[in-house]
C-alpha cells in the first residue's frame, strides 16, 4: 500500500520540478463513453514522464460514481482536495475529471504506466475514500491496457489525458 504521506511528498517533488500540468484546452469538452453515456471533461492534470518511465501511458483506471450529500458545484471545487495524495502514486500519468448532467454521474479517467500501477491505485486509500462519498453500490470501475501502438479502442487519446503545449 501506499501513504497518503508519501504521495504527498512526492507530489511536492513533482511541483517543485515543473512536471505538473493543469491544462485547460479538453475543460467544457463532451466525451463518448461506454453504453452511449456523454460526460462534459470540467479537469485535467498531467505529469510529464520522469527518467525510467515509458513514454506513453500503458493503462488507463476507468471509475464512475454517484455522489452522495454533494450537488455538482461543491463537489467540482472539493474534488481539488484529494489531488496531491493520488498524483505522487508511482506510475501516475494524469487524469480527466467528468461529469454527466443528464444521470448525475462522475468519471474518472486516469493514466497509468502499467496495469499494475493501476490495480495498485484501485486498491488504495483514494479509490476507498471515493466509495465512502458515493451513493452505496454506485462506484464500477475497470483497468484498461493499452498494448504499445494500440489506436483506438476505450482508452484512445480521444477521451485519455494527454499532454498539451501551455
Request: aromatic share 12%.
Amino acid at each position: 500500500m501506499f501513504s497518503p504521506f508519501v504521495s504527498l511528498l512526492r507530489t511536492l517533488g513533482l511541483a517543485l520540478t515543473g512536471r505538473i500540468r493543469f491544462p485547460r484546452g479538453r475543460v467544457g469538452e463532451t466525451v463518448e463513453l461506454e453504453e452511449g453515456h456523454r460526460a462534459v471533461v470540467f479537469r485535467e492534470v498531467v505529469v510529464r514522464p520522469g527518467r525510467g518511465q515509458p513514454e506513453k501511458p500503458g493503462a488507463t483506471f476507468r471509475v464512475r460514481f454517484r455522489l452522495a450529500g454533494m450537488g455538482p458545484r461543491a463537489n467540482k471545487v472539493f474534488s481539488l482536495l484529494p489531488i496531491p495524495f493520488f498524483v505522487g502514486f508511482p506510475g501516475f500519468r494524469g487524469k480527466l475529471w467528468l461529469y454527466d448532467d443528464r444521470n448525475d454521474e462522475w468519471w474518472g479517467l486516469y493514466q497509468w504506466d502499467t496495469p499494475a500501477h493501476a490495480e495498485r491505485y484501485a486498491r488504495s486509500f483514494a479509490v476507498r475514500f471515493m466509495t465512502r462519498r458515493s451513493v452505496p453500490g454506485s462506484v464500477s470501475w475497470n483497468v484498461l491496457p493499452r498494448p504499445t501502438g494500440q489506436a483506438g479502442g476505450p482508452n484512445s487519446p480521444d477521451i485519455a489525458p494527454r499532454p498539451r503545449a501551455d
